[in-house]
């Protein structure tokens, strides 16, 4: 029996997962924790709503954390899994995004497993397994480009929040809703890729596949392309990372591959800027992620409130990039101090607006 803490119990990815551990004999939550919704439908000895999660998993002692929290408020328990060698299903991104080089430095002192739940890394991680990176020429992340793809400038100045929540292939939480409409959430993505794969920004790539159908590709050495293809549906990353190495059932149809066109194009970084900003951020290292990831988050926040508007995301957030000096964190208080700053420095900017 493998024993889950799941964090974000009551979210998109937090009800999916528990669908799926419901379902698996093999399964079952030791835990579960939200931020502020109640929890009173979740099955699991261990509750928390709100406080400090890495209290909740010392009690539960899990076999797998399962860290589906939205936003930075994830770190302290990816790093607490990591530390001990505990195997961490990620779909938290933004803590390894802000945090990348402490967890990895806190994963190769637990030793424990990175199983990433983010559909284009759970494709990475399973096209990848096995090969030596010397075997790989590149990776290709691939995204639906958002609800706002093949518009203008122009025509994104006054979009509203319920146009921006209108994904068109996922179902997801807000926050994350938005980062696809804004294509940050592709640049959180390239940045986790880097960190969880060890390659290099330059071989890695963002292209639009908007029906969302293959998750992402490796190109290999000799000239030969893997892609991982499946429907757009979490339950399928999320199996995958909980009953990894083995695969279970899930209640997926097959793909039909006669009805089935697969067309990509080019992400427009003009009109989308924060997905440059992002590999910008990510090449410059040290904390710009980390400030990258906190000033979206905020912006991100007053967006969904109606204070600020949807292009003011981005220039929220290269404001705060120019504004930091990006100087590496040695440790987790250092890190918390870079997000704090970031996070004043753009609430700063929308009181004074
Ligand atoms: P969501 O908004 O639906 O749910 C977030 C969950 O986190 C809720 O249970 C909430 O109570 C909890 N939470 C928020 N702050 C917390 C805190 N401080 N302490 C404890 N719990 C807290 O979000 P989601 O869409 O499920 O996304 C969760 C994470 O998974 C995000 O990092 C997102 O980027 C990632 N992700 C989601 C999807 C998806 O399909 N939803 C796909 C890929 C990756
Ligand atoms: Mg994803």
Known sequence: MKRIALLGATGSIGRQAIEIVEAHPGLELCAAASGSSPLDDVDAPLKQVGGDLTELLERAQPDVVLNAVVGFAGIHATLWALERGIDLALANKESLVAGGELALAARARGGGRLLPVDSEHSALFQLLEGRGPDQVHSLVITGSGGPFRGRSR???????????????????????????????????????????????????????????????????????????????????PISYALTYPERAETPLAPLDFASLTLQFSAPATGTFPLLALAREAGEKGGTYPCVFNAANEVAVAAFLAGRLPFLAIADAVADALEHSDGASARDVEELLEADAAARRLVEQGLSVA
């Open 154 to 236: 122009e025509e994104l100045s006054d979009v509203t929040v319920e146009q921006a929540l209108a994904h068109p292939t996922w179902r997801m939480g807000p926050k994350i809703t938005v980062d696809s409409a804004t294509l940050a959430n592709k640049g959180l993505e390239l940045i986790e890729a880097h960190f969880l794969f060890s390659i290099p920004y330059d071989r890695i790539e963002v292209v639009l596949q908007p029906t969302s159908i293959v998750h992402s590709l490796i190109r290999l050495r000799d000239g030969a392309t893997l892609a991982h293809l499946g429907h757009p549906d979490m339950r399928v």
